[in-house]
């Protein structure tokens, strides 16, 4: 009977180690904030361990002030072709400030102080290696899609107008199809807004949609996107779902972040294209502890965990992938 045990625990231990090895870690590349918050810190954070790794420190005098973006998150996107990351923050005279960081030591490369207008969000796209913003303009509740010339920071060209919505942080992009999609306001709800990247650019299309989405992320593999959201459904529950432009709403909900209305999710989110995972920022309320939530949108896992000792806080996320 113990040769049995044996053996079963043997071949346990090899079976759990192979999985092991087959899974791959959850990591969170990133800018976070020290505890004194006058530094913007690159590395990373793994999932599994909850443990933060930062590689290198950058004086907020010279980004610019993450704490101070006009939105809720911010702008932020990671180029793989050249393995960089840009960032947009503005200065302590509200002057924007486009940064560009290597995304392997996370040494600081340059900084663009070219554009004058506020950067709502950032896109890049991985094909055509272009850099676009979403910015404001003179015009209250009028907004544009510009391109960005990445040797100078200059914009380019502009792609696109949206007129009479409120901006909001909210947006994604597809490569493939070349569009930079919006999570606008209007007086009654959100809009879904599609702005052509592509030859002379323009509004594609403007769809009213019923929920308030928190982030949204395509996946261009599958040509989905998918939302975080509030779940009004099932007791005010955070959820994750596949939005129907035709519906203007949620067609499938693809898991719940956590069943418990008392842990929301925040807008500070990533997509992991190969492992088909969209990681979200949590708080749990009362008292405020920051965590972390993944859900695999085919539906087979969801995970959260709380962070209340953790000693850096997160500014923005991306996933390490298609590096050239």
């Known amino acids: 009977m113990m040769k049995v045990l044996v053996v079963l625990f043997v071949l346990s231990s090899i079976k759990t180690i192979c ?16 505890s004194d918050q006058s530094h913007v810190c690159y590395g990373t954070f793994n999932f599994d ?9 950058i004086d907020i005098n010279i980004v610019g002030d993450p704490r101070n973006v006009k939105y809720h998150v911010l702008p932020l996107t990671y180029d793989p072709n050249a393995d ?26 340059s900084t ?51 007129e009479n919505l409120k901006a909001t942080h909210i947006s994604s992009y597809c490569p493939i199809c070349r569009k930079y999609f919006l999570m606008m ?23 009213k949609i019923n929920f308030s989405p928190l982030s949204i992320k395509f ?23 596949i939005l129907d432009r035709s519906k203007g709403g949620i067609s499938k909900d693809v898991g719940n972040i956590y069943e418990d209305p008392n842990i929301a999710v925040t807008s500070l989110s990533a997509f992991d294209f190969q492992e088909k995972i969209y990681y979200a920022s949590t708080k749990l309320t009362g008292p405020v502890v920051p965590g972390v939530s993944y859900v695999k949108v085919d539906g087979s896992d969801s995970r959260v965990i709380l962070l209340p000792k953790a000693n850096y806080y997160s500014y923005g996320w991306f996933i390490k992938q298609f590096i050239h």
């Open 112 to 162: 663009y102080q070219t554009i004058k207008s506020t950067i709502i969000s950032l896109q890049y796209d991985i094909f055509q290696k272009q850099l676009f913003a979403h910015i404001e303009t003179d015009q209250e509740n009028v907004t544009s899609i510009v391109e960005i010339d990445t040797s100078d920071g200059n914009i380019k060209q502009t792609m696109g107008t949206v």
């Open 185 to 207: 306001n209007d007086d009654q709800g959100f809009m879904y807004v599609g702005v052509n990247t592509s030859n002379s650019g323009g509004v594609d299309w403007k769809t």
């Open 49 to 57: 361990t909850s443990q933060f790794n930062i590689t290198n420190k």
């Open 19 to 34: 999985l092991a090895k087959q899974d791959p870690p959850h990591i969170l590349h990133g800018l976070f904030a020290d």
């Open 219 to 241: 996946d261009y593999k599958t040509f989905t996107m998918y939302a975080t959201y509030i779940n009004v459904s099932v007791h005010f529950v955070s959820s994750v779902g």
């Open 84 to 109: 960089v990351v840009y960032m947009a923050a503005p200065d302590k005279n509200k002057q924007t400030i486009l940064s560009v960081i290597n995304a392997v030591d996370g040494k600081l490369l």
